[in-house]
């Protein structure tokens, strides 16, 4: 037991110790010991770390809160805080933020806040929150900033599912997002705007399963490039991954996918802008309308998907049309090469291009099977390639026109 004691406190103080010694600059503040926080889930501590977070308004440094339930009863505003400062939590889960009421947990009004977020966990109770109020809100911009480990849920209280995870509304640039685990989400998980080199790495992002609710997995709101999205789970959303431009910014840039699931959502990636997509290694299943589906319209998104599974789309039945919705991957504008990709027991149409203006595409070296229907090409006089596939236990083999188009060595397309 004292062995142990000491090893937490000898761990606590090698993760304090440097942030302690650091600068004067970098001072360090502890709700309880400094600002007179309870912890106790009972009392409001809504203004002892009020408080505390004005103090980084005057020095920047670091914000600790030990273990315990930090009862919030209203928003709290941080804006002109010195750069580099820390809401850290040294201590895994065991410090918990209870957001007890419908509005914004913490906002950041400042420009471009540069901060660095961990081990905090927030737990939605009391009230289900609107889907505009968020566990953290940037509104004016978020860079070169670090988000870790951070959980927010009800832990299932349907009577207080949390609104939305984490939004930054403006310049969006550097930043890093890992481990995060968002749960019960009924607005949006993580939303960014515009700039450049954002990574939401691992954690999972799960929405309550409704999947026409309006909530989103992540949003990619416009103009940003090089957003990475690695190893994350995205579940039971009414859209997985969308990318808009709804921040009027113009068409989002580069996007990398890699070995992420989008699950039992209603579409799992939604493009609905001009972006370059990158997915190698995916898992996309189980989504009603499709799993994968660009946009009409677009003046020239190109998908490029190598490797992984689009599988089971109209699985769970209920009043979804199969007729056109249930599909794998849907392309109504610009371009697309996929393969190497198990596409399968959809109960739509495994690829569907149901536009004319899609063209130039590849489809190569997929297997395409248990789909009702394999896939179906709307315009007969599109470029493209379709070989090395192989098709079988499809409902209905669509083998329409090829005329200008390569269709050759498949096996039962
Ligand atoms: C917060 O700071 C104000 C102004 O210094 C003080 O009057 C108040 O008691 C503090 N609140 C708490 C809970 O410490
Ligand atoms: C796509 O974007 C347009 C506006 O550009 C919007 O009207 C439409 O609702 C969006 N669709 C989806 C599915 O987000
Ligand atoms: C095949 O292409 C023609 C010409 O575009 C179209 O009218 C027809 O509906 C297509 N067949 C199927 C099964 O979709």
Known sequence: MINQYCRVVFLIGIVCAEIIKAPSSSPFYNV?????????????????????????????????????????SRTIYLSNIVKKKHLSKCEGWAS????????????????????????????????AKSKTSAAMMFTSGLVRSFIFHVLITSEG???????????????????????????????????????????????????IGNRHDGSIGIHVTGNNGGVHVDST????????????MSNGQG??????????????????????????????????ASSD????????GQSNPLLVIAGGTIFNGG???????????????????????????????????GIWVPNGNVNNFV??????????????FINPNAQYLFTNNICNSNGALVKNASFGTVKADNLGC
């Open 289 to 296: 309308t499709d799993q994968i589906w660009v946009a009409p």
């Open 96 to 127: 918990t933020i209870l957001w007890t009421f419908d509005a914004n947990v913490f906002e950041f009004s400042q420009q471009a806040v540069e901060i660095t977020i961990e081990h905090l966990r927030f737990f939605s109770t009391n009230v």
């Open 251 to 284: 068409s989002n840039r580069e996007i990398f996918i890699t070995q992420a699931t989008f699950d039992s959502d209603n579409r799992g990636i939604a493009v609905n802008d001009s972006s370059y997509i990158s997915v190698a290694g995916l898992w996309a």
């Open 157 to 207: 209280n349907a009577n207080a599912y949390p609104g939305s995870g984490i939004i930054s509304k403006d310049v969006t640039d550097t930043t890093t997002f890992r481990d995060c685990l968002l749960w019960q989400i009924t607005g949006t998980g993580i939303q960014i705007g515009y700039g450049s080199e954002v990574r939401i790495a691992g954690g999972r992002i799960i929405g």
């Open 32 to 72: 309880v010991t400094e600002c007179g926080a309870y912890g106790n889930g009972e009392n409001d501590d809504t203004n002892a770390i009020a408080n505390c977070t004005n103090l980084l308004t005057e020095t920047g440094g670091v914000l600790y809160f030990p273990p315990g339930n930090y009862l919030l």
């Open 363 to 376: 489809i190569t070296g997929n297997k395409i099977f248990d789909n009702n229907v394999p896939y179906l």
């Open 233 to 244: 789970d995205v579940i039971g959303l009414e859209t997985g991954l969308l990318l808009d």
């Open 315 to 349: 699985v769970y039945g209920g009043n979804i049309d199969c007729t056109t919705q249930c599909n794998g991957i849907t392309v109504n504008s610009g371009s697309f090469s996929i393969n190497g990709v198990d596409i399968r027991n959809n109960q739509g149409k």
